[in-house]
């Protein structure tokens, strides 16, 4: 039998890398859980963070942390969802600066609850739109992702000056009680990615729309033999 130099290569890295256990667990690192994995990592890199800068594990420090960690987080659940459709999202940094600046400034400070609420859904809508659109061009025009991604999030950076000329604004004194508030000693926005994040596994575990979703992006020609829109669901995901 022949082997090639590449197989052989990739036979000697697996070998090593099969060797790497955690120091006195004997658990081999290679044979656990992408989420094990991922919790491993953090935990280490948590672990080398505290010794080299003990401030940064303190509870003042990761609970002022959490709340941005959470808006990130939220951003990351889209980005997957695209990334899951092999497409790609680069307007995201554009379309939080938008919407941001519509459910901001647009309330011009009111401190009635209703008009707060309308322009925080009106800015979601705002967002929806955008995807839409973004997902329309990849879809129908066929544009590149990339290409099409970033030229929107050129746009959309040119709206939010244009809309806040440039200048800070203070955001309606309820948002920004909510959003900096907290509920059991844990910030509020981290308990809106717990939402997010919850409502998002349980639509594409326990739904029709979710097992849909991941056919599609598992195996778009078996997909679309049993009739499922690829480019509909395509569209979809960008707007979400």
Same mark, same amino acid.
């Given at each position: 039998?022949?082997?090639?130099?590449? *197989?052989? $290569?990739? *036979?000697?890295?697996? *070998?090593?890398?099969?060797?790497?256990?955690?120091?006195?667990?004997?658990?081999?690192?290679?044979?656990?859980?992408?989420?094990?994995?991922?919790?491993?990592?953090?935990?280490?890199?948590?672990?080398?963070?505290?010794?080299?800068?003990?401030?940064?594990?303190?509870?003042? +420090?990761?609970?002022?942390?959490?709340?941005? %960690? +959470? $808006?990130?987080? =939220?951003?990351?659940?889209?980005?997957?969802?695209?990334?899951?459709?092999?497409?790609?999202?680069?307007?995201? !940094?554009?379309?939080?600066?938008?919407?941001? =600046? =519509?459910?901001?400034?647009?309330? *011009?400070?009111?401190?009635?609850?209703?008009? =707060?609420?309308?322009?925080?859904?009106?800015?979601?809508?705002?967002? !929806?739109?955008?995807?839409?659109?973004?997902?329309?061009?990849?879809?129908?025009?066929?544009?590149?992702?990339?290409?099409?991604?970033?030229?929107?999030?050129?746009?959309?950076?040119?709206?939010?000056?244009?809309?806040?000329?440039?200048?800070?604004?203070?955001?309606?004194?309820?948002?920004?009680?909510?959003?900096?508030?907290? %509920?059991?000693?844990?910030?509020?926005?981290?308990?809106?990615?717990?939402?997010?994040?919850?409502?998002?596994?349980?639509?594409?575990?326990?739904?029709?729309?979710?097992?849909?979703?991941?056919?599609?992006?598992?195996?778009?020609?078996?997909?679309? !033999?049993?009739?499922?829109?690829?480019?509909?669901?395509?569209?979809?995901?960008?707007?979400?």
């Amino acid at each position: 039998m022949f082997f090639d130099g590449k *197989d052989r $290569i990739r *036979d000697m890295a697996g *070998d090593r890398i099969s060797r790497l256990r955690m120091p006195g667990l004997g658990v081999d690192l290679t044979e656990l859980p992408l989420a094990a994995k991922s919790f491993v990592a953090t935990a280490l890199l948590v672990l080398i963070g505290g010794i080299a800068a003990p401030s940064t594990v303190s509870t003042a +420090a990761i609970l002022s942390t959490l709340p941005y %960690f +959470a $808006i990130l987080a =939220v951003a990351s659940i889209g980005q997957h969802l695209v990334i899951q459709q092999r497409g790609l999202d680069l307007s995201t !940094a554009g379309i939080m600066s938008f919407c941001a =600046v =519509v459910a901001t400034k647009l309330p *011009d400070g009111s401190t009635d609850l209703g008009v =707060v609420i309308f322009w925080i859904a009106a800015s979601l809508a705002v967002g !929806a739109a955008i995807g839409a659109i973004t997902g329309l061009i990849v879809t129908l025009l066929q544009v590149p992702p990339l290409v099409t991604t970033i030229g929107m999030n050129a746009i959309l950076f040119g709206l939010t000056y244009f809309v806040s000329t440039g200048a800070s604004v203070q955001s309606p004194p309820m948002m920004v009680s909510f959003f900096v508030g907290s %509920f059991l000693y844990v910030p509020t926005m981290v308990w809106v990615l717990l939402l997010v994040a919850g409502a998002t596994v349980f639509v594409l575990t326990f739904t029709t729309i979710g097992r849909r979703f991941i056919a599609v992006c598992v195996n778009p020609p078996a997909a679309h !033999a049993v009739g499922i829109p690829l480019k509909i669901y395509s569209i979809l995901t960008y707007t979400i």
